[in-house]
């Protein structure tokens, strides 16, 4: 196992334990990283300044420059360190964290509803497009426009990933270029909903191509991280009978459910940093140049994070978690993915669905660990 084939690995958490054994800041002569495997050594590298989301050569990656993705990827908060990242940030934030939990769960309960029967399609739609369906519904656009937004939310993430192929950039630089009008219409036909609103205030008279762009991140983040998270949530609940039992007598605990999940099996295993000045970081020095691979779901299972990090303990007390970053570039939109998971695994488990036999394995990719759902035959 590497780093990099962990992420999809039916269980890599002894070899991320492996690795934290070696140092928690090791570098990898195989994948010529550096490789931030503890908690202390996870911490500090995205606490440093010098350590940037975006290499200094390649601010937007060579296969999309000069396309509507590239353009759409060069202004993302996500993308960007300095006022790039924190203007939009700023102006985002707040309205994100004034989104009331019971405003989503009503949002998801009535998207279940068009949901198709088909167990592992209605699993597939409960990760990749009822998340993006209701932060699309939050920002104002309406009911009937939300699966087309969440297919082209689906066509522009791919180019996101180094693994994308022509075909996948050439289609993302269209669904950037659609994203964009549809956000212009939304923008310049009020009212506005509240949540857009507010961020267009947080932006007031600034770039408005930043703030289209910031838009479209805001789906784009949603899409993979949400799929995961709920996947995995669904993938604890399939392993473990009991579990799911529990939960279907005291369904309140959904929450806590996810809250745990998050920590002990991340949909964003990694991510990376490069570094653009040299710089110390965990007693190392890291030259510029040098890339690090921050190991968020290594970093959760440190002993020195959390006690009996292995243990799924929903009742853990004062949990620590890197599963939704740290420091500058740290998830604005925590809580509302929470609730979101927490809305649609706590309406599965008032269905049959899970009762289903059902096996998983997880989407190729670098750094998201995103179950996809199969159904068995019944006498499996
Ligand atoms: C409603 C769903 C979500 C939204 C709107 C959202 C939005 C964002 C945005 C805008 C950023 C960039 C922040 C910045 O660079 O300043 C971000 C970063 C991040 N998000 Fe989320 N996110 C969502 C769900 C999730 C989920 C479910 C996870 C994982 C459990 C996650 C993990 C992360 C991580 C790890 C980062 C930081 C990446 C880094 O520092 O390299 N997000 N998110």
Not at 156 to 178: E, I, K, M, T, W
Not at 236 to 253: F, I, N, Q, Y
Request: aromatic share 4%; net charge neutral; with cysteine.
């Amino acid at each position: 196992m590497d780093p990099i084939t962990a992420v999809t690995h039916a269980d890599p958490y002894p070899y991320y334990a492996s690795l934290r054994a070696r140092g928690g800041l090791a570098f990898d002569p195989g994948l010529g990283m550096w490789l931030a495997s503890s908690a202390a050594a996870v911490a500090a590298v995205l606490a440093q300044p010098e350590c940037r989301v975006r290499p200094a050569h390649e601010p937007v990656p060579q296969g999309i420059v000069g396309g509507a993705a590239g353009q759409v990827f060069g202004l993302l908060m996500r993308m960007n360190d300095g006022e790039r990242q924190r203007c939009p940030r700023a102006a985002i934030e707040p309205g994100l964290q004034q989104v009331h939990a019971e405003e989503v769960s009503q949002r998801v309960a009535a998207l279940l509803l068009g949901l198709p029967s088909d167990t592992a399609a209605r699993l597939h739609d409960c990760q990749f497009h009822l998340p993006v369906a209701v932060v699309a519904g939050l920002l104002g656009f309406a009911a009937h426009t939300l699966p087309a937004i969440a297919g082209l939310t689906a066509d522009f993430v791919a180019c996101l990933s180094p693994a994308s192929d022509r075909a996948q950039r050439d289609a993302a630089h269209r669904a950037a270029g659609q994203l964009t009008r549809r956000f212009e219409v939304l923008l310049d036909q009020p009212p506005v909903s509240p949540l857009l609103q507010r961020i267009v205030a947080g932006f007031g008279a600034r770039d408005r191509d930043s703030l289209i762009a910031n838009l479209i991140g805001l789906l784009s983040q949603t899409f993979e991280a949400s799929a995961g998270l709920i996947g995995n949530t669904l993938c604890a609940l399939l392993g473990d009978r009991r579990l799911l039992a529990d939960l279907r007598a005291a369904p309140t605990r959904v929450a806590d459910l996810l809250a745990e999940v998050q920590r002990h099996d991340p949909p964003v295993q990694n991510t990376r940093r490069f570094v653009t000045a040299s710089c110390s970081v965990a007693g190392v020095t890291l030259e510029p140049g040098a890339v690090v691979l921050v190991l968020l779901a290594s970093a959760n299972r440190d002993p020195q994070l959390n006690p009996q990090p292995d243990r799924l303990l929903l009742e853990r007390e004062a949990r620590r978690s890197f599963s939704f970053g740290s420091g500058r570039h740290q998830c604005p939109g925590q809580e509302l993915a929470l609730a979101i998971a927490s809305a649609v695994v706590g309406a599965l488990l008032r269905q049959s669905t899970l009762d289903q036999p059902i096996a998983w394995t997880y989407k190729p990719s670098l750094n998201g660990r995103i179950p996809l759902f199969t159904s068995l035959p019944e006498s499996h």
